[in-house]
């Protein structure tokens, strides 16, 4: 069965250090992983995504990720950390007994908190 | 432009009643979806629609009932809700086929039932 893992319920960072949320897949076949990230009372915004070709992704908001098939891992990282980060964030991953369709299997998110 | 929209932004129900929220795209994407979410969790998918056709439903109750006129639409019709039901509806949309493309999510309508 496909499945993504966040191992963490919160991150906490202060403002203008270096941020990391973690995702780990379990996927048979080529994976197709997505983060995306959530505000407040508000829905969810695509952060960036992979698919094929270079293991670094670079997305919006200055955020990228790094695919490690080695350690099927896919963390979401930003070189320094906003307070306005501050959000719910969520890992997907396609799933791919889906058929024509792009069903998503979503991890249970990671909540980031930027101290000031 | 990838937005996605959703109507209304808030509805409160009483178990009795009939409502329906409202989706709209305009990216001429062929796939869209709906997924219920509780707080601080992982969306839960309900149904997806692919070129206006239901593709994928959930095992979502009956009191839940889609329905996409055009591929530009999706509505959900709620009937006989219970307050477990309360939650934010999220709507999102797709370009559609089998390559993996990204799902535009909407803001969102947030449910009470009473």
């Known amino acids: 069965a496909q499945s993504v893992a966040q191992p963490e319920d919160q991150v906490n960072v202060a403002e203008g250090n270096p941020l990391t949320v973690k995702c780990t897949y379990s996927?048979?076949?080529?994976?197709?992983l997505f983060w995306y990230v959530q505000y407040p009372n508000r829905g969810l915004q695509f952060l960036l995504k992979?698919?094929?070709?270079?293991?670094l992704v670079k997305g919006s908001y200055g955020f990228e990720a790094e695919f490690n098939k080695s350690q099927t891992s896919f963390h979401l990282k930003k070189p320094s950390a906003l307070v306005s980060d501050s959000a719910l964030y969520f890992c997907?991953?396609?799933?791919?007994?889906?058929?024509?369709?792009?069903?998503?299997?979503f991890g249970t998110g990671t909540l980031l908190a930027v101290q000031p | 432009d990838t937005e996605v929209t959703q109507t209304p932004k808030h509805l409160v129900m009483g178990m009795t009643n009939k409502k329906s929220l409202k989706c709209e795209q305009h990216m001429g994407h062929r796939a869209m979806y709906w997924y219920k979410q509780k707080a601080k969790k992982p969306p839960e998918l309900m149904f997806v629609y692919s070129y206006e056709k239901l593709s994928i439903n959930e095992s979502v109750p009956s009191r839940f009932s889609p329905e996409c006129p055009n591929s530009s639409l999706l509505n959900l019709h709620l009937h006989a809700l219970q307050p477990e039901d309360s939650a934010l509806y999220l709507c999102?949309?797709?370009?559609?086929?089998?390559?993996?493309?990204?799902?535009?999510f909407g803001p969102g309508t947030r449910l009470t039932v009473l």
């Open positions: 999102a949309s797709s370009r559609g086929g089998r390559s993996p493309d990204t799902q535009y």
């Open positions: 996927v048979s076949g080529n994976p197709y």
């Open positions: 992979y698919i094929t070709g270079d293991n």
């Open positions: 997907a991953v396609r799933d791919i007994y889906g058929g024509a369709t792009n069903k998503l299997i």
